[in-house]
């Protein structure tokens, strides 16, 4: 496996943004990182997360879909797509990673999101092995093992050196753009911190949480249990845990008046909020209960009903960290579990 010391990590970095466009996880303040782009003598923050994940990167926030103008009764349309640069992100974890997937059934299936898959197409994702999972975390709830991560190329850390192994076309090209800074190494070492980092999560208090009494098998069963009111009576409707999910995919569109032009843009949304889903004839979900089971009902029933299994979390622990009334999606697995 090729390798790179530590020490000569920014030397790596500097190559690769010579390159192409690099992003890596740096701290804003302490214990709170964040994805920038690399400028020489940053340095990779030793977070085990950030603190809002990678999404960002193929599913901004905001982000212009076209302009038009008006003149009497005519309209010109125009098209302000643009091709991509390429661009590497280092350091996404493996939960970030798992999202990706679930984002791509979303955004890839017809009709494609052609801005998404621009994205997606140029990007490169070079995850970063955990070695020591926070009390957040539960990735493994959802078949996530933490020290192998997927993306298109693999690191690893065994205390002294980063290993780098390709797991796609992508990541193998990567590896030969900076070949020349690798070299063989010896990743005897690895298996131990990889067993370790495992051992940790066993011992951690999410271990044992199962998606036993999820699926899309159970949705009458759970739509209708008496525990949402108990459930959703704390929850204030913030939307903080949709904004910090590397899973969540909603959107609004809006017009824009600029006084010369019109420009459609979409922004992220929340089905937390009491105009989600809002239309003419009113709002389907009036109650924050009703809001409040849509959110979970999705993660846990709605997606994996219509995904062949999979769930539409990954267990990255930062709505558990985040939520302002400490409600996540942990407790409602506990509350609504078949004993």
Avoid at 5 to 25: E, G, M, R, W
Avoid at 67 to 78: C, D, L, R, T
Wanted: contains cysteine; glycine residues 6%.
């Amino acid at each position: 496996m090729l390798k790179i010391s530590a020490s000569k990590l920014n030397d790596l970095f500097d190559v690769i943004s010579a390159k192409q466009t690099l992003y890596i996880p740096i701290d804003r303040e302490p214990n709170v990182a964040e994805f920038k782009k690399y400028e020489s003598g940053m340095e990779l923050s030793k977070s085990l997360n950030t603190l809002r994940s990678a999404k960002d990167f193929f599913f901004p926030q905001t982000e212009n879909l076209a302009e038009f103008k008006m003149s009497g009764k005519n309209i010109e349309v125009k098209d302000i797509r643009e091709e991509s640069e390429d661009f590497v992100i280092f350091g996404v974890r493996a939960c970030d990673a798992r999202s990706f997937t679930i984002l791509d059934k979303v955004f890839l299936s017809e009709p494609v999101d052609s801005f998404y898959k621009n994205r997606r197409d140029h990007g490169t994702i070079v995850t970063m092995a955990c070695t020591r999972p926070s009390e957040t975390c539960f990735c493994t709830t959802f078949g996530i093992d933490p020290t192998v991560p997927e993306g298109d190329c693999a690191v690893f850390f065994d205390g002294e050196n980063y290993f780098f192994l390709d797991r796609t076309e992508k990541g193998k090209k990567f590896i030969e753009s900076v070949s020349d800074m690798l070299e063989e190494g010896d990743a005897s070492k690895l298996a131990e911190v990889q067993e370790n980092a495992r051992n940790i999560m066993k011992k951690l208090p999410l271990a044992n949480l199962s998606t036993d009494s999820f699926g899309g098998d159970k949705l009458n069963e759970l739509f209708n249990s008496d525990k949402w009111a108990d459930l959703s009576e704390t929850c204030i409707g913030c939307g903080t845990c949709t904004f910090v999910c590397p899973t969540c995919q909603c959107y609004d569109i809006r017009d824009f008046n600029t006084g010369r032009e019109i420009k459609r843009f979409r922004c992220w949304d929340s089905c937390m909020y009491s105009d989600f889903t809002k239309m003419a004839h009113g709002n389907p979900r009036t109650s924050q209960l009703e809001r409040f089971r849509q959110r979970f009902m999705h993660k846990l029933v709605y997606f994996p009903a219509n995904n062949g299994g999979e769930f539409g979390c990954v267990g990255c622990g930062r709505c558990l960290s985040k939520c302002p009334i400490s409600m996540n999606i942990v407790k409602v697995m506990k509350a609504l579990e078949v004993k």
